[in-house]
């Protein structure tokens, strides 16, 4: 029942799994790339995509896939512009840094140093801690990820300075759209001109990226993309409707700093070229845009288990091996860059939900073998170590095997939604009876958990043993009679076994 969470949870384990790889034995890279994006497109009901590959500075690989515009059935091609959304912050930590370099502010500089009537309580906050969402400010926009003060500019930012603050700076990561409302106030007032300008000077000129700009869904767009949902957010929680609509996006001059630019994946793969090369940052600008924040207690913070750490603008997947730094937006587009590999891959689609960061890592491993899926790589450490056992001992013997990890070390913990997410990882790939052990041991490990009971059932279910999915459904309900994921599954059941 890890549904609640499918595209994010299950893409997470993208590259979790225990299946040999699915690139054949020979195929080349851009041909493994475009087969994965093309069945993902599938599977999610992605209209359209554009995917750009950058290796040791080049640009390797440039498709475009499905459509731009549904309506008029019109074709993505690789002039087609898509929403960037969220992803537009990285543009603004290398506006900020560009200042830094050009002398005209510090990182740590309070932005009571360049902003002026703050509320006592922000005067100390610093820049750094803006980007790296750790200010401990009050959202500018509400649970339902509107702009409050009914979005306009003046009564936003006059409303957000009478709410309290949530945390103490540095204390906690906490996603939030008020700190980038005033880099856009600090880069206006240090650069002399618009943000928009400064930006689009600086980088998008730059950069030779000639289809990027600002914009949104009321403004009119040459070649754009367009922009539909499955998804919509009910009281503060983004709740899948199954159903495709249009989308409109709302995003204010004043909030472009946050969202609002427009651009291809081939622009972003000219971006990303010149970033590295030195053209937009020196080396050493670089090294801080990307080094991951810690918290006054010294812990990451990041936004999920997978976006482990949060540097400049930049969410990252802080791991020993293949660490890369993972700009998204709006849950349709993904910009990742694995700087040890000098590999950097742009994925933008129109569907909000679509969620293309959480196949990224399988893209890289079409052109580093030792990420490919067949060897375990990213799964969380004690999964890796249950993998490795498993595999050499048998998945029948999961609870033994798991009893002797922890006897051997006591700090050896697995997580019910590590399991949940493998054990559904297997079901994806067509191995039903390795799926059912892993989802059998969750259960026994969580005998509590309604989840871990539906989840059991549906192995079952998927293997072919309706007897004994129902019986854990029936468990699973009992634990939780709200679970009507559970009610309907065991009346469907019991209908087809009277049949």
């Known amino acids: 029942m890890l549904r609640l969470v499918t595209v994010f949870i299950l893409g997470l384990f993208s590259t979790q799994a225990l299946a040999q790889s699915e690139k054949p034995a020979g195929e080349a890279p851009n041909a493994v790339v475009s087969g994965l994006i093309q069945k993902r497109m599938a599977n999610a009901h992605i209209p359209g995509a554009q995917v750009a590959v950058v290796r040791h500075g080049q640009v390797a690989m440039l498709e475009s896939y499905g459509l731009a515009n549904i309506e008029h059935q019109a074709a993505v091609t690789d002039d087609s512009v898509f929403a960037l959304n969220s992803i537009t912050k990285v543009f603004t930590a ?21 902003i002026d009537d703050l509320p006592l309580a922000w005067r100390g906050i610093s820049i750094r801690q803006l980007l790296n969402h750790t200010s401990g400010l009050p959202n500018i926009i509400d649970d339902h990820e509107r702009i409050i003060g009914g979005g306009d500019a003046a009564s936003a930012w006059a409303l957000v300075q009478t709410l309290p603050i949530q945390s103490r700076p540095g204390d906690r990561y906490s996603y939030n759209q008020t700190g980038y409302v005033i880099l856009g106030k600090i880069i206006d007032r240090l650069a002399g001109e618009p943000f928009t300008t400064f930006i689009e000077t600086r980088q998008f000129q730059a950069a030779g990226m000639t289809h990027t700009r600002f914009g949104d869904s009321s403004d009119i767009v040459a070649n754009s993309a367009g922009s539909y949902t499955t998804i919509e957010n009910v009281n503060g929680r983004w709740v899948d409707r199954g159903r495709l609509a249009a989308a409109f996006v709302e995003f204010p001059v004043f909030f472009r700093t946050a969202a609002g630019a ?17 053209a937009l940052l020196k080396p050493s600008s670089l090294v801080e845009l990307w080094k991951p924040v810690r918290l006054n207690n010294g812990d990451l913070g990041g936004p999920n288990d997978f976006m482990n750490g949060q540097a400049l603008g930049w ?17 349709r587009s993904a910009v990742f860059y694995y700087p ?29 073998p030792d990420m490919d899926e067949s060897t375990g790589f990213g799964l969380p450490y004690s999964i890796q170590r249950l993998r490795a056992q498993l595999l050499e001992r048998g998945f029948d013997r999961a609870r033994q095997v798991a009893s002797r990890l922890k006897a051997d070390n006591p700090a050896f913990v697995l997580k019910e939604n590590d399991l949940n997410a493998w054990g559904y990882k297997l079901m994806e790939q067509s191995q039903p009876q390795q799926a059912v052990a892993v ?10 958990s309604s989840n871990a009971y539906d989840s059991l059932g549906e ?8 007897q004994r999915a129902l019986e854990n459904y029936r468990r699973s ?13 065991i009346a469907d ?7």
Do not use: C
């Open 439 to 448: 989802l059998k041991l969750a259960a026994e490990l969580y005998p509590n």
């Open 477 to 489: 309900l009992s634990l939780d009679p709200a679970n009507q994921n559970a009610r309907q599954r």
């Open 315 to 331: 969410p990252i997947v802080v791991r020993p091996d293949h660490p890369a730094a993972a700009a998204v937006g709006g849950t």
């Open 262 to 278: 427009l651009s291809t994946a081939e622009d972003m793969a000219r971006w990303m070229i010149a970033l590295h090369s030195g």
């Open 94 to 114: 290398v506006a900020i840094l560009q200042l830094a370099e050009d002398g005209k502010l510090s990182l740590d500089d309070p932005i009571s140093r360049h």
């Open 340 to 368: 040890d590999d000098d590999l950097g891959i742009i994925v933008v689609t129109n569907l909000q939900g679509a969620s293309p960061e959480y196949m990224m890592d399988r893209l890289a491993a079409a052109y580093i």
């Open 493 to 499: 059941l019991e209908q087809g076994l009277a049949d």
């Open 459 to 466: 192995a079952f279910q998927n293997s072919g043993d309706r």
